[in-house]
């Protein structure tokens, strides 16, 4: 016994557990050194135990040394307990449940919505000819969505336009707030805001009150551009729709212009490009006609010039406005504009 108690052994069996403790990565780890020392059969436990084998004259001292060995490390097990373990102690401790070999679990990763991935297009096809990305705001006024683009309050070309009004009046007792029903208030706004030469592209939501079918929903979003110099043609309009189209729908796109009435602009057109699927013979997507629309455009109203301030014998533009679900149902085959807006991840994924 002599052997097993003395000074020195005491303080190697401190030694021993203060450096073995030092390597532990787990809360399991600690608690089996400390089963080894201080569990009920453990090293310390045993020597506390057989205190009554020694000497009588040096059982008070040994026993006063074992017991602050004993509350030494308890207090050091403690303390290792409360460390942080990082992820590859985690790792390790949990490695004996986990097979490393599979093959590991693909996270989910999201892709763009398909409007956003065709809005994104557009402006890549005219960004390299100068146009400027702008933004407007969604909610607008009636002197930007209308009175500025030559659409006066009670004519009917208002009609055209099935606008959600905002519930609020003004001190006139009007409402002049509504949700833009197209994005062609950006170019009074534009207008107002700047000299020329203009050459902005403006996408963004708009908004309609009217009921949804396969071609028609209550939001969707729409691309609208504008150019204003001195000296623009409509030669510049068609150029310009033409480089468009051959960077969206194909390198040997024709297009094709027919009149149309938009109040903002004179003389408005139709655009039309041959059919891409059919080359021009007629198939269902272009109705057996051999052309598609895809988007109305004209020469900016002289009104339009005038009402921002710009005098219309010195500058003209034109403009054009494209929706963006249109162009993205012709370009990938959707025949239902409302799943665009449905939240159907098997649609969504497609893209
Ligand atoms: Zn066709």
Same mark, same amino acid.
């Given at each position: 016994m002599s052997e097993v108690l003395n000074i020195e052994k005491i303080g190697q069996i401190r030694g021993n557990v203060i450096s073995e403790i030092s390597k532990l990565r787990s809360k399991d780890e600690i608690s089996n050194l400390r089963i080894k020392y201080l569990g009920r059969k453990g090293i310390v436990s045993k020597l506390l135990r057989s205190i009554h084998e020694i000497p009588i004259d040096q059982r008070k001292i040994f026993g006063q040394k074992l017991n602050i060995l004993k509350e030494e490390l308890e207090l050091l097990f403690e303390e290792k307990s409360n460390e942080g373990f990082n992820e590859f102690d985690q790792f390790n401790k949990e490695k004996s449940l986990q097979d490393i070999s599979l093959p590991g679990r693909k996270g989910i990763i999201g892709n763009l919505h398909p409007t956003s991935k065709v809005v994104r297009e557009i402006c890549k096809a005219f960004t390299p000819m100068g146009f400027q990305i702008v933004e407007g705001p969604e909610i607008e006024l009636d002197k930007y969505n209308f009175e500025l683009l030559n659409i006066p309050k009670d004519h009917p070309s208002r009609d055209m336009f099935d606008t959600f009004w905002v519930d609020w009046k003004n001190d006139k007792d009007e409402? %002049? &707030? &509504?949700?833009? @029903?197209? @994005?062609? %208030?950006m170019q009074a706004r534009v207008m107002e805001g700047s000299i020329p030469p203009i050459r902005v592209l403006v996408p963004g939501k708009v908004f309609r009150y009217e009921a949804t079918d396969a071609s028609h929903e209550w939001h969707f979003f729409q691309v609208e551009g504008l150019a204003v110099d001195k000296g623009i043609t409509f030669a510049d309009l068609k150029g310009t729709v033409y480089e468009f189209a051959r960077a969206i729908f194909g390198s040997e796109r024709k297009i094709r212009f027919r009149c149309d009435y938009f109040p903002f602009v004179e003389p408005g057109v139709d655009v039309s490009i041959d059919c891409f699927i059919c080359e021009g013979g007629g198939c269902r997507v272009c109705s057996k006609t051999g052309w598609i629309e895809i988007m109305g455009a004209g020469m900016v109203h002289p009104k339009v010039l005038s009402s921002v301030g710009y005098d219309p014998e010195i500058y003209s533009g034109f403009a054009f406005g494209m929706g963006v679900e249109r162009i993205a149902m012709l370009k990938y085959g959707i025949e239902d504009i409302r799943l665009f807006y449905s939240n159907d991840l098997r649609f969504l994924k497609q893209f």
């Open positions: 409402y %002049p &707030l &509504l949700m833009r @029903t197209h @994005t062609s %208030p």
